[in-house]
């Protein structure tokens, strides 16, 4: 599919495409009819390289034991690494502080922490007139937590709406965000429409009515470079959150980052072990951050894979990943473009969006396009996305999504298109 016109896009690849795929196993499989496997569903989660495979098992083979508990050598080494890989995500978001890094099982754990502990009485307290904004192309994970919070407080859920091309509608944004807004709570980049959210001029608004400000970081931070401690504060989200599997790292590990002042302020989330001070059958007292919202023993070898998967794209560079992500989503929307009945939803420039790019095929079910795609080696996802608002906004019940990341090459677009003219071929759609 490469023409004269696409090689200007293309022109941001990582030059060590070849190199990078060798560290991803995965990607040499030859799936059911001898089709090789084109990988394109790093939205719903990245494939993992060879270094955090290695990392975790070796953990498991040589170090592994309990960790802030154990006063044996095994014990010392478990906790030791375990803390290494909250450096590593500190530096990979510039967090100011390590003790900012707080470990849960995934994003959404992490913003159901936040929407928790916000319903408790103390300085960040949502109650009864307070309202609480989201917006309308949110992942559910970043609607269902505050729906529940606002139902418990008594408090107001309010929402931004999209445009007919899929970007915030920020018209009414000194009308939306007012005195009585507690909470601001946005995803960076979504998740199905691939649209990246303005947060510094949101966060500017929240900042200036006195409101917290949460970032669902879970799109953004496998393809944006994310310095926190370099922005400007009116400007940086007070929590952030994203998930392990989505960064290259594994399953059942998350990240919430919170400015200590605000992570301070909130109380635990969950009781048990290690978040603890003192425990008297009259009370108790709490340990500081980060172990105050860490109770019980933690995915301890998934935390220092996620260190390793962390560091593995660090050495990539954010910068040259997020390159790559725009050159290949370009190359991908001209491609689409292409398919006749093909309707993208979102914005049609790679400069407006990130990798995840939703679309529907006329006279086609998503899942059929899925299945037809899948035997030809290709994996997208189908359905909803869990995203059915946004569905809505654009009258469709579901869509087909194909997402890159760092290891996509040009010719894995190329199959898509190329299976996508032979599923209207094999419905008959000319």
């Known amino acids: 599919m490469v023409s004269p016109g696409s090689t200007g896009a293309l022109e941001g690849l990582l030059p060590e495409l070849a190199v990078i795929r060798k560290d991803f196993p995965i990607l040499e499989r030859t799936l059911a009819g001898g089709m090789p496997l084109v990988y394109l569903d790093s939205a719903n989660t990245s494939q993992k390289p060879q270094v955090v495979i290695d990392t975790m098992v070796d953990h498991l083979e040589r170090h592994n034991a309990n960790i802030a508990r154990a006063m044996h050598q095994l014990g010392a080494e478990s906790t030791e690494a375990f803390e290494a890989a909250r450096d590593k995500v500190a530096a990979f978001i510039g967090a100011p502080e390590r003790d900012e890094v707080i470990f849960t099982k995934n994003a959404s754990e992490a913003l159901n922490l936040v929407a928790n502990t916000l319903a408790w009485k103390g300085e960040h307290q949502v109650g009864e007139g307070d309202e609480v904004v989201i917006t309308e192309l949110e992942h559910h994970s970043n609607i269902v937590p505050w729906q529940l919070l606002t139902q418990r407080t008594g408090s107001t859920l309010r929402w931004f709406g999209l445009t ?61 470079p994310i310095d926190l401690a370099a922005m400007p504060a009116e400007e940086r989200p007070d929590l952030l959150a994203f998930t392990g599997h989505k960064v290259v790292g594994p399953t059942g590990i998350g990240v919430l980052w919170g400015a200590r002042a605000v992570l301070d302020a909130l109380p635990p989330f969950l009781g048990g072990g290690e978040m603890i001070e003192t425990v008297r059958m009259e009370g108790s007292t709490y340990a500081g951050i980060p172990h105050k919202f860490e109770a019980g023993t933690p995915p301890i070898v998934e935390a220092i894979g996620l260190g390793a998967a962390v560091e593995y794209l660090g050495h990539i560079g954010l910068d040259a990943i997020h390159a790559h992500e725009l050159a290949i989503t370009g190359y991908a929307l001209e491609g689409l473009q292409t398919v006749k009945g093909l309707t993208v939803l979102g914005p049609l420039a790679a400069a407006d969006r990130g990798g995840a790019i939703s679309f529907e095929l006329e006279g086609v079910h998503p899942h059929d396009i899925a299945q037809v795609l899948d035997s030809r080696g290709i994996a997208v996802r189908a359905g909803h996305h869990c995203a059915k608002p946004a569905h809505a906004r654009f009258g469709v019940q579901s869509s087909t999504r194909m997402s890159s990341y760092l290891y996509t090459e040009p010719r894995e677009i190329d199959a898509l298109v190329e299976a996508l003219e032979y599923t209207r071929s094999y419905f008959k759609l000319d």
């Open 164 to 224: 007919d091309e899929g970007r915030l509608d920020l018209s009414d944004i000194d009308e939306l965000i007012n005195e009585r807004t507690k909470v601001v709570s946005v995803a960076w980049v979504s998740n199905m429409l691939g649209t990246v959210n303005p947060i510094a001029q949101i966060a500017r608004r929240a900042h200036e009515v006195g409101a917290i400000v949460v970032v669902d970081a879970a799109q953004a931070a496998p393809q944006l």
